[in-house]
């Protein structure tokens, strides 16, 4: 994680570098020689971890490698044909939609929530601001197994449903055969509602306090307020919010992995889980990498004009 | 307020920008890095401590203590050797997160001493086709092997006739575990010996509220071992050995035919099967409101001993009397062991009469062995051993002796898909298209 924390910051700094002036260039391209040299190893690191690991997969999804034994003859496109005809893969889109959708909202939505409840000046905040964020620091695995048992349909949540007289309302959750998915993002949602709420609370504070005032002598309500003052300042970060939950959502593995894997007729599965799958259980090695190649390029969808606007957002 | 003042809207960004970017490369980088199962979690031991590497999914209650009771012989006779014992519990499929992290260990060139492995096509597509085991037919002939075990395990374990790994026990696949009790209070007479008598006696279940067959179909394989004994009651020997080798089609409407019993029996299963996992269908099968039935291997009985339960009988599974679905867990050698020496000799132990008393009976199994000391097996297990004896040997498919592993992974997946759909024909369909994939057609 730090190595990639302290190259992502690097190419920014290279970004803002190259936009000063001319005359004191020279001073500048000693400085940049000195940050090439500083940044080099992590450069690196990157370049053969990284890179070379994607531009691999994407090789292997070419080749014939379905089994153990190790196939480099080159088929073109059936890998990539297979996964596409493979009602697997199919399931595994709808749940996406699925997911991302519940756990995008719910994030997003309790995230700015709880934010603007924070920032009240409230007595104890930074108690609250810690209690909220902490599930954020259980691991993937742990809320999975913790929520598998809550959503346990003959003895957990739904037992206590069943004792304050809510017989009528048992549902399986998680193992839905086709909803199941929904079920799992509150599982996630939970988990990472808090840092959501974290960059939502660094934003509120970036807001300065004339603008509220501003608006408060033109007669803004509490409503207005947000409506036309904070929420469209804190765009940016709902942006980020957008990006960083996307992310998650095409990625999510191991909360699913302990929840209920892929479920009954693929209702939980992903493709994170589908591509495990086919590399580690069926040996297919060329069908996991171009699973891994598809979710890479989804990934870039969302990353890619994240990072165009961030810079953008630089130069200005 | 520090915090405040220095986190102005251009910082933030800055923050948030790192943040995403961290993300979007941990998330790119996950193809690459699937060997979060545990990579680190089980280290190669160093190559000049004196050690022992043993990889298995054994991880619960009799299968450790069985184990243990191989290690302690293999100890008394080799005290200096370190015994590391490297078990990975569960995941998708039988020891999926084991074999998970052996297949990148094989795959890095850096292999266990020696590990737990299916006898089958299990080991022989997974292993010794992509030519990482030693032959072990000089252990055989050193051990008087050849003689002790039967000729058609001896068969199951062999590739181009040489045998590449040692079993140590025998499962049997088909097996139907009954509750006495439940049966009597709805008013059925005696365990069903065919599908017919089944469904009679699930009716009367029925009517009495209980459940008459345990399902266990919250992710696939349960409900996959369930079908391989339905299977084999539609085709007869040469029928079912031609499911994998392209000689049976997987649309045979024999085929067709067993799937519409399993879909019969999904019926009668517990309600909420699709809700119950595999690890919790034992708790279930003993509870108070418990189905009356249970479709199983016999290490069920086993577990279910451990739990201190006793209101069970057992019968062969519908319409298979007189047929023995097996399974075999087995040890063998990958080249280029670390510790080649200590792996051989604790093969030796592995296939010996003492390690095979040791294990099976903890284990609940019978030894692969055909000259076990009869005075340490119990009822079952007795019965077990005669059965063995005379009936027809057919291998299993939901637990790798029958067919490669890829297959069985689409296998259990195209059950667990009627079990939650219930459409015999997308089912069959799904079958086929396994068989296609794995390259069964000839």
Request: hydrophobic residues 45%.
């Amino acid at each position: 994680m730090a190595t990639k924390s302290i190259s992502a910051a690097g190419q920014r700094t290279l970004v803002s570098g190259s936009t000063t002036t001319g005359r004191r260039r020279r001073r500048i391209s000693g400085d940049m020689l000195l940050a090439i040299l500083v940044l080099l190893p992590s450069i690196l690191a990157v370049a053969i971890f990284i890179y070379t690991a994607i531009g691999w997969t994407f090789y292997i999804s070419t080749v014939k490698w379905n089994s153990q034994v190790i196939d480099y003859s080159f088929v073109g496109l059936r890998n990539w044909l297979r996964m596409i005809g493979d009602a697997r893969f199919h399931a595994d889109l709808r749940n996406l939609a699925y997911y991302a959708i519940g756990f995008m909202t719910q994030c997003i939505l309790f995230g700015f929530l709880l934010a603007s409840l924070l920032d009240q000046k409230i007595k104890g905040e930074a108690l609250f601001r810690t209690i909220i964020i902490f599930p954020f620091a259980v691991s993937g695995i742990v809320t999975g197994v913790a929520w598998r048992w809550l959503m346990q349909p003959t003895t957990g949540i739904n037992l206590l449903f069943a004792n304050i007289g809510l017989d009528w309302f048992q549902p399986t959750w998680n193992t839905h055969p086709r909803y199941g998915m929904w079920a799992v993002t509150i599982a996630t949602a939970w988990q990472f509602t808090g840092y959501v709420m974290a960059l939502y609370l660094a934003g509120l504070r970036g807001i300065p306090q004339e603008l509220r005032e501003a608006a408060a002598i033109d007669g803004a309500g509490t409503y207005a307020t947000y409506r036309w003052v904070i929420i469209p300042l804190l765009m940016p970060v709902t942006f980020t919010a957008i990006v960083l939950t996307g992310m998650n959502s095409i990625r999510v593995f191991d909360v699913l992995a302990s929840m209920s894997g892929s479920g009954a007729a693929f209702a939980t599965d992903t493709l994170a889980f589908f591509m495990f799958q086919s590399t580690f259980g069926a040996y297919r090695y060329s069908l996991g990498a171009t699973i891994g190649a598809f979710m890479i390029l989804l990934s870039a969808f969302l990353i890619v004009p994240y990072l165009r606007s961030m810079r953008g957002e630089v130069e200005r | 307020m520090k915090f405040q003042n220095r986190l102005n809207r251009r910082n933030f960004m800055k923050f948030s920008a790192l943040g995403a970017g961290a993300a979007a490369l941990s998330a790119c980088v996950a193809p690459g890095a699937a060997p979060a199962t545990g990579g680190a979690a089980a280290p190669a031991p160093a190559a000049g401590a004196n050690q022992l590497e043993i990889f298995s999914w054994w991880t619960s209650g009799g299968e450790v203590e069985a184990l243990n009771a191989i290690y302690e012989i293999y100890s008394a006779q080799f005290p200096d050797v370190e015994i590391v014992n490297a078990a990975l519990a569960g995941g998708a499929g039988q020891g999926g997160n084991m074999k998970a992290l052996l297949e990148t260990r094989m795959q890095g060139g850096q292999p266990p001493d020696s590990f737990q492995v299916h006898l089958g096509r299990e080991l022989i597509d997974s292993h010794v086709i992509p030519d990482r085991m030693e032959d072990l037919s000089f252990l055989y002939e050193e051990e008087g092997l050849n003689d002790v075990f039967p000729k058609d395990l001896i068969d199951i374990a062999s590739y181009e006739g040489k045998p590449y790994s040692v079993p140590v026990n025998i499962h049997r696949s088909n097996v139907l575990w009954y509750r006495p009790s439940k049966l009597e209070a709805a008013g059925v007479a005696a365990a069903p010996t065919t599908w017919d008598e089944f469904f009679a006696a699930a009716e009367q279940l029925k009517a009495a509220g209980i459940p008459a067959l345990a399902i266990a179909e919250i992710e696939p394989n349960f409900s996959g071992h369930v079908f391989e004994n339905i299977l084999v009651t539609q085709l007869d020997q040469a029928g079912y050995l031609g499911l994998f080798n392209g000689s049976t089609a997987w649309d045979d409407e024999r085929v067709t035919k067993a799937l519409e019993i399993l879909n019969q029996a999904f019926d009668y299963a517990n309600t909420d099967y699709l809700s119950t996992s595999w690890g919790d269908i034992n708790d279930r099968f003993v509870a108070d409101d418990g189905p009356a039935m249970m479709i199983m291997g016999d290490w069920t009985h086993g577990v279910l001993m451990s739990k201190g339960f006793t209101d069970y009988r057992w019968a062969p599974a519908p319409d298979t009397t007189g047929l023995f679905v097996v399974l075999s867990d087995s040890f063998g050698l990958p080249k280029n062991a670390p510790h080649r020496d200590n792996a051989v000799n604790f093969l030796r132990v592995c296939g010996s009469r003492a390690g095979q008393d040791a294990f099976n009976p903890i284990k609940g199994s019978i030894p692969a062995r055909t000259d076990p000391d009869l005075s340490k097996y119990d009822e079952y297990l007795l019965s077990a051993m005669e059965d063995f004896k005379s009936n027809t040997l057919l291998p299993s498919i939901q637990h790798g002796a029958a067919v490669k592993q890829s297959f069985v992974l689409d296998y259990a997946i195209a059950i667990n898909n009627l079990a939650t759909n219930r459409d015999v024909a997308s089912a069959q369909s799904m079958l086929v298209q396994a068989a296609t994939d794995a390259e069964l057609v000839a």
